[in-house]
């Protein structure tokens, strides 16, 4: 695994800025930027001192989707598509 985060935050002058930090991967979320997003998105939407919040991706890339590749890795305890869903939904 990747010794940096996978998801990078700055707060500079009002402006906090999520970097996808996978460009070997073009970006392809992963569980932890997915989590990182689910957890950091609305603690900054909360903070007063944020007025705008940009997601940008590392390298030539924004952003490739889902790492499908690593979701085909997963073992037996994968979750259907439906769960996975429903978690990253709540």
């Known amino acids: 695994m ?3 985060p996978e998801l990078l935050e700055t707060i500079e002058d009002g402006i906090a800025t ?3 930090n ?9 569980t932890p930027i997915m989590e990182g997003l689910l957890h950091g ?3 900054l939407a909360g ?4 007025k705008v919040i ?9 952003c490739a989707g889902g790492d499908v590749k ?3 890795a997963d ?7 439906a769960e996975a869903t429903l978690r990253f939904r709540q």
């Open 2 to 4: 990747n010794a940096l």
């Open 18 to 20: 999520l970097t996808f």
């Open 22 to 30: 996978r460009p070997e991967r073009m970006n392809a979320l992963s």
């Open 41 to 43: 998105l609305p603690r």
């Open 47 to 50: 903070d007063p001192a944020v």
């Open 54 to 62: 940009v997601l940008t991706g590392a390298g030539r890339a924004f």
């Open 70 to 72: 690593s979701m085909a």
């Open 75 to 81: 073992g037996p305890e994968r979750r259907s598509v």
